[in-house]
Nanobody
Framework: QVQLVESGGGSVQAGGSLRLSCAAS????????MGWFRQAPGKEREFVAT????????SYADSVKGRFTISRDNAKNTMYLEMDSLKPEDTAVYYC??????????????WGQGTQVTVSS
């Protein structure tokens, strides 16, 4: 079992930055692929970024590429999402997810409760 808790959300103006964290419980954190997803009001949940268990392999949605950076610290059982140059369209609830395979993260076994990010223009 893995429990995930997101933090770091908030309200910022366009162009600002935020750093989200996802703290995981469980001894097997380092064996899981992790990812960030987001859901805006009235829209479906969408992929933001993923990272392999080793941290060596990452992928990003085109909409955030070059602005967001995903990383993880397996010693701290924590994953991060550094978000720079934020835009109003980045406003959403951000969720972290964990699964045994990076290819199945969109239907991950474990999800956090979400953290709200609001970007004003």
């Amino acid at each position: 079992q893995v429990q995930l808790v997101e933090s770091g959300g908030g309200s910022v103006q366009a162009g600002g930055s935020l750093r989200l964290s996802c703290a995981a419980s469980g001894r097997t954190f380092s064996t899981y692929a992790m990812g960030w997803f987001r859901q805006a009001p009235g829209k479906e949940r969408e992929f933001v970024a993923t990272i392999s268990w080793s941290g060596l392999r990452t992928s990003y949605a085109d909409s955030v590429k070059g602005r967001f950076t995903i990383s993880r610290d397996n010693a701290k059982n924590t994953m991060y999402l550094e978000m720079d140059s934020l835009k109003p369209e980045d406003t959403a609830v951000y969720y972290c997810a964990a699964d045994s395979s990076i290819t199945t993260l969109s239907a991950a076994s474990y999800w956090g409760q979400g953290t709200q990010v609001t970007v004003s223009s």
